[in-house]
C-alpha cells in the first residue's frame, strides 16, 4: 500500500480492551475506514472516519486525528470471535481505498 | 440473498492459461471493484467501474483487463496468466464512488498459476 502502517500482528487476552494503530499519509484524504476479515473469509466493513475525533459502534470505537495521520481501532471486552485480521484503509483524491496490510488480532482465553 | 457472488470459488491454471473471474451483485450498486489480496501487502485495487459502461485502471492493473456490460455484472479476464498472478482476488461493490460508501466484498477466488 502507499504509506499505511498498521502492526502486523497483536495478541490479547479474552475480555480485555485492545488498541490497533493506524498512521497513513495525509494528502489527499477522503476519509478512513476499518473492516474486519476472518481467515479464509471477505473483509467486512466496521467503522468509517471522515472528522477528528471518536466513533463509537458497541464495543468497536474508531478514533481519528486527520492532522497527525492517525487512527485507531478500539476493541472492548474481547470474545473469542474477534480473532481476525482488522484492516486500515484511507480514501484517496480520487476516491479510491488504499489499504494497509492489515493487523492480525490473536485472542488469548 | 441479496450480495455478490464470485465464481469459481478456487482454480488452479497453467501458465498462457487464459482465465475469467466472474462477479455478479444484485443490489443495484453503481460502483464495482477488482482486488488481489497477498499476504503481507493487503488489498490492492485491480481495475473498477463507477457505473455501467465505464472501467477505471487502479494500483495493478497490468496483465488484467476488465468490462462492464450492465450494472449487475463485472468480469476481470487474465489474457496470459503468469505465477506472479497467483493471490486471492476479490470483487466489491459500493453504492456509488467516494465518500461514506461501504464497499461490500464478494467470498473471493482462489486463484494457482503453475
Known amino acids: 500500500g502507499q504509506n499505511i502502517d498498521q502492526p502486523t500482528e497483536m495478541t490479547a487476552t479474552e475480555g480485555a480492551i485492545v488498541q490497533i494503530n493506524c498512521t497513513y499519509q495525509?494528502?489527499?484524504?477522503?476519509?478512513l475506514f476499518w473492516y474486519q476479515q476472518h481467515a479464509g473469509e471477505a473483509p467486512t466493513f466496521l467503522s468509517y472516519?471522515?472528522l477528528d475525533g471518536l466513533e463509537e459502534k458497541g464495543r468497536f470505537s474508531s478514533f481519528l486525528s486527520r492532522s497527525k495521520g492517525y487512527s485507531y481501532l478500539l476493541l472492548k471486552e474481547l470474545q473469542m470471535k474477534d480473532s481476525a485480521s482488522y484492516l486500515c484503509?484511507?480514501?484517496?483524491?480520487?476516491?479510491?481505498?488504499?489499504w494497509g496490510a492489515g493487523t492480525k488480532l490473536i485472542i488469548k482465553p | 440473498i441479496a450480495g455478490i457472488t464470485q465464481a469459481p470459488t478456487s482454480q488452479i491454471l497453467a501458465a498462457g492459461r487464459r482465465m475469467t473471474l466472474r462477479c455478479t451483485q444484485d443490489m443495484r450498486h453503481n460502483a464495482m471493484y477488482w482486488y488481489r489480496q497477498d499476504l503481507g501487502l493487503g488489498l490492492r485495487l485491480i481495475h473498477y467501474s463507477n457505473t455501467a459502461g465505464t472501467t477505471g485502471k487502479g494500483e495493478v492493473p497490468d496483465g488484467y483487463s476488465v468490462s462492464r456490460a450492465n450494472t449487475d455484472d463485472f468480469p476481470l479476464t487474465l489474457a496470459s496468466a503468469v505465477p506472479s498472478q497467483t493471490s486471492v482476488y476479490f470483487c466489491a461493490s459500493s453504492e456509488t464512488q467516494g465518500g461514506y460508501n461501504e464497499q461490500f466484498f464478494g467470498p473471493g477466488t482462489r486463484l494457482t498459476v503453475l
Open positions: 484503509a484511507r480514501m484517496d483524491s480520487n476516491y479510491q481505498l488504499i
Open positions: 472516519n471522515v
Open positions: 495525509t494528502s489527499g484524504f477522503n476519509g
